[in-house]
């Protein structure tokens, strides 16, 4: 009997707003808090958590790669899936650097008028959310 080895995975991103993807891939990249991984058919079972960047998903067809920034979440990967629960999802071309850059100078001016440690510590994730993006868009962060 000849054995044959899957090409592909069911891949999907999932918002709290709604499914953003589920379709075959034959290859995806996470920006894990360990560090970057990439998934393949037959990979091991794994439940990791996802940091802000980029996601990159490699289609059945092979065409174009599809960047979607990831604000944090979770991969949970078997050897014939991947799901991904992010807690903000986005095309990186949807993404404006003009626009997140505007949005880091109000963000900036915001936490010099902190009063405490809590609106610091929120102003200041906002603040590397927002990097994140910038770096995604610019091109400085891979996968």
Same mark, same amino acid.
């Given at each position: 009997?000849?054995?044959?080895?899957?090409?592909?995975?069911?891949?999907?991103?999932?918002?709290?707003?709604?499914?953003?993807? $589920?379709?075959?891939?034959?290859?995806?990249?996470?920006?894990?808090?360990?560090?970057?991984?990439?998934?393949?058919?037959?990979?091991?079972?794994?439940?990791?958590?996802?940091?802000?960047?980029?996601?990159?998903?490699?289609?059945?067809?092979?065409?174009?790669?599809?960047?979607?920034?990831?604000?944090?979440?979770?991969?949970?990967?078997?050897?014939?899936?991947?799901?991904?629960?992010?807690?903000?999802?986005?095309?990186?071309?949807?993404?404006?650097?003009? $626009?997140?850059?505007?949005?880091?100078?109000?963000?900036?001016?915001?936490? $010099?008028?902190?009063?405490?440690?809590?609106?610091? $510590?929120?102003?200041?994730?906002?603040?590397?959310?927002?990097?994140?993006?910038?770096?995604?868009?610019?091109?400085?962060?891979?996968?």
């Amino acid at each position: 009997m000849a054995q044959t080895t899957a090409t592909t995975f069911n891949f999907e991103l999932v918002s709290p707003e709604r499914r953003l993807l $589920s379709e075959p891939a034959r290859m995806v990249t996470i920006p894990g808090e360990e560090g970057h991984f990439g998934v393949l058919p037959g990979h091991s079972a794994l439940v990791a958590t996802i940091r802000p960047g980029v996601v990159e998903v490699h289609g059945a067809d092979g065409g174009d790669v599809r960047r979607i920034f990831i604000a944090g979440g979770f991969a949970d990967v078997t050897s014939t899936s991947c799901t991904i629960l992010a807690e903000e999802a986005v095309n990186v071309s949807d993404l404006s650097l003009e $626009s997140l850059e505007k949005a880091l100078g109000r963000l900036k001016e915001d936490m $010099s008028l902190t009063k405490d440690d809590i609106e610091r $510590s929120r102003v200041t994730r906002k603040i590397n959310l927002v990097q994140a993006k910038i770096a995604a868009v610019s091109g400085k962060i891979a996968a």
